[in-house]
């Protein structure tokens, strides 16, 4: 049993790796489409390339969906909408106007004396509501219509299908009375009623439009929104769809036939009934199994790939684990695109993927895994040779386009090339199978500019997937490298000596890495703050003695040691309590690898030749270099320390200190564990020497101005 968990133990890490090949295989294979995927691939205007093809089952013949729009179109065009007849409008308007016109009738009669009650001769006032009261029953007999603002536009030529004691009769707008048209027909009523009443007929046109008509007018004519839309869908759902039948062993097309725009639409007919055919339960299932079968290959190909062409990653489960993760999530979006009818699969940003791994691990890792992708996401699009074709240039204009990802204009500027890129191969596409530049659907060019939108999402992402997984980004290592960064703030006031020397090892490291293809960015971040655990006892360094006052003078050099060394566990120790990243912590620890504090241990020797040494009172901790960047650093630190000791800057001295001090740690193993080859460090070598140089060249002694006598 015990040998047992032992065993589980040791292989736990490559079952766990298993495991998660496994588990992404099995999510990506269940949302796989279920529905038979037709094994051509077509477009108009190019021969048929596969064996005449029979109709194995009865299929009509769908109209293009322009030709299902402009049938909608001219439908939509002559229907008739359904409004309603209120027959309670008119008592409402007579009776709200004569409650009205009596409260203010007093009013009236004292501001137009012809409303005045005379003797022998007929009440003006009563005459009012007579003639309000007869145009209002014959306006309401007739209808006022109300039209509502999508029919304003064509209100002289509508036909309408008026309701009336559940009597549905046709009619023109135009017949009916409209508010404004009702309210001139009762003035021009009251007027002429009014004429023989009067001589003042200024007076008589003040009282007529000081009486608030509008106020009892309503429209007794309005539309039936409920009815209209169920007749109109009532309608468009009668409209037929088809417009013939291909009968089973009929002839769809022949090889070498060009595909003109009938042979279009039977072909397209005959993909859309051969998709809907589930098939048998058995069909069903060896479809699944296929699915599951093709998901595993890509997932063992993914595997291989990584095991033998990038070991690093493949032996780092955080990656792993990011890489299915980002792949799932692709496919996700696919499956929800074809999911969601009015999604568009070029929506999708597929290109985030090849840009996030890029940024993370390298460019030939994210162009593999964005291939992959892309396969196997092509099953959910409808075309999919066109969709193959346009995501493997936009992943390669990606990759291409972001080198190093340090600034947000980057992104910007990568979103737009993946725009263009999308939009330039999809016209060349579409040139070269239809030749007809008037025939391009100008909407999938909105799917690539939201597509490049989306890709923005990218600079948030690399921020989560950092914080999710550890990783560190181009960008997270130009902020490190932020001298205002409040470590590098704090190691400039207590460490000043220490701070100018890190910047001096980051420019000559960053100069290494440049020339040997090591990154640069995080070389640099990690000299910045490889010494910072000086700030603890800075003044026991020789850079940061100002005074002249060396504390080391009066203490044993075990103790010495000791201090100097201890910078090491104390850099760690502030590194973590501050959250800096992993990468640049290896930085602090392996700088000066398993050397001695040589000053320390040559004194010890020299002042107590017959005394046992202890050398571990005198070694680093280590660990050695493990990165082609921490050993940069190593050689960088060593030499920009050991160059400003020399009392001569010759060229021989500065190759001669370079040479010396590499050659020291390559003979001490430090390098052992780092993937630097000796071309590299000869390189290295060359940089070193080259820059020192610069550094310390002869300047020219300005002469003195002699004064006048």
Request: hydrophobic share 45%; charged share 20%.
């Amino acid at each position: 049993m015990k040998t047992y968990i032992e065993r589980l133990k040791k292989y736990s890490e490559a079952l766990y790796r298993i495991l998660l090949f496994i588990t992404a295989a099995v999510i990506i294979s269940s949302l796989m489409p279920r529905e038979k995927k037709f094994k051509y691939e077509y477009n108009k205007g190019e021969p048929w390339r596969y064996e005449i093809l029979i109709a194995p089952f009865d299929f009509r013949i769908f109209k293009t969906q322009m030709e299902v729009q402009t049938e909608r179109d001219s439908i939509l065009k002559k229907f008739r909408p359904y409004f309603v007849y209120d027959t309670t409008a008119v008592s409402l308007a007579r009776q709200e106007f004569k409650s009205e016109f009596r409260n203010n009738l007093t009013t009236y009669r004292q501001k137009y004396p012809f409303l005045k009650l005379k003797i022998n001769k007929p009440d003006s006032s009563q005459l009012v509501v007579q003639l309000i009261d007869t145009a209002l029953e014959q306006i309401y007999t007739k209808g006022v219509i109300g039209i509502p603002d999508e029919y304003m536009d064509k209100q002289n030529e509508l036909v309408l299908m008026l309701v009336r004691d559940n009597l549905a009769e046709p009619f023109m707008a135009n017949e009916f009375y409209t508010l404004r048209s009702a309210y001139k027909f009762i003035v021009n009523e009251l007027a002429k009623g009014l004429a023989h009443t009067t001589n003042d007929f200024d007076a008589l046109e003040n009282f007529i439009s000081e009486l608030p008509i509008n106020e009892f007018l309503f429209t007794n004519i309005n539309l039936d929104a409920d009815r209209t839309q169920s007749k109109k869908e009532e309608t468009l759902k009668s409209m037929a769809l088809t417009n013939g039948m291909v009968m089973a062993g009929q002839r769809v097309i022949e090889k070498g036939e060009i595909i003109d725009a009938a042979g279009l639409k039977k072909l397209d007919s005959y993909k859309k009934e051969y998709e809907s055919r589930i098939g048998t339960l058995s069909q069903y299932n060896i479809r699944f199994g296929g699915q599951v079968l093709v998901t595993m290959l890509f997932m063992a190909g993914l595997f291989l790939f990584l095991y033998f062409f990038r070991i690093d990653v493949y032996g780092n489960l955080k990656y792993i684990t990011f890489l299915l993760v980002i792949l799932s999530t692709i496919i996700v979006m696919a499956f929800l695109s074809h999911r969601i009818p009015d999604v568009s699969i070029y929506i999708i940003p597929f290109t985030i993927l090849p840009l996030i791994v890029r940024t993370f691990m390298d460019s030939r890792l994210g162009f593999f895994f964005s291939v992959i992708a892309i396969l196997m996401a092509s099953f959910f699009a409808s075309n999919s040779f066109e969709f193959i074709f346009l995501q493997i240039p936009a992943s390669i204009a990606a990759i291409f386009s972001l080198y190093k990802m340090a600034r947000r204009a980057q992104i910007v500027r990568s979103a737009f090339l993946i725009f263009l890129t999308y939009s330039l191969y999809y016209t060349g596409l579409h040139l070269l199978q239809d030749g007809d530049i008037k025939t391009i659907n100008y909407v999938y060019y909105i799917y690539f500019a939201i597509n490049g939108l989306l890709i923005l999402l990218c600079y948030p992402l690399i921020y989560i997937f950092e914080k999710l997984f550890g990783f560190l980004s181009d960008v997270t290592l130009v902020e490190l490298s932020d001298t205002n960064h409040p470590l590098l703030r704090k190691l400039a006031e207590t460490a000043p000596g220490t701070f100018q020397h890190s910047i001096q090892v980051g420019n000559l490291a960053q100069e290494v890495a440049y020339k040997i293809n090591a990154n640069p960015l995080l070389v640099r971040a990690g000299a910045m703050y490889h010494d910072i655990g000086k700030t603890a006892n800075s003044l026991y360094f020789t850079e940061n003695q100002i005074s002249g006052i060396n504390p080391h003078d009066n203490m044993e050099f075990e103790d010495s040691a000791k201090v100097v060394i201890d910078h090491i566990e104390g850099g760690v120790k502030i590194a973590h309590k501050h959250k800096l990243p992993q990468k640049i912590i290896d930085f602090i620890a392996t700088h000066q690898g398993t050397t001695k504090t040589k000053y320390f241990y040559n004194s010890f020797i020299n002042k107590f030749p017959d005394k046992e040494v202890i050398d571990a009172n005198f070694m680093y901790p280590g660990p050695t270099p493990f990165t082609k960047e921490t050993a940069i650093l190593m050689m960088a630190d060593s030499i920009e320390a050991a160059s400003r000791s020399l009392k001569v800057y010759s060229e021989e001295a500065i190759e001669k200190l370079v040479e010396s001090i590499i050659n020291t740690q390559i003979e001490e193993g430090q390098f052992v564990n780092a993937p630097i080859t000796f071309r590299e460090i000869t390189q290295a070598k060359a940089v070193f020497k080259d820059k020192l140089k610069n550094i310390y060249h002869a300047r020219v002694v300005y002469p003195e101005l002699k004064k006048k006598k």
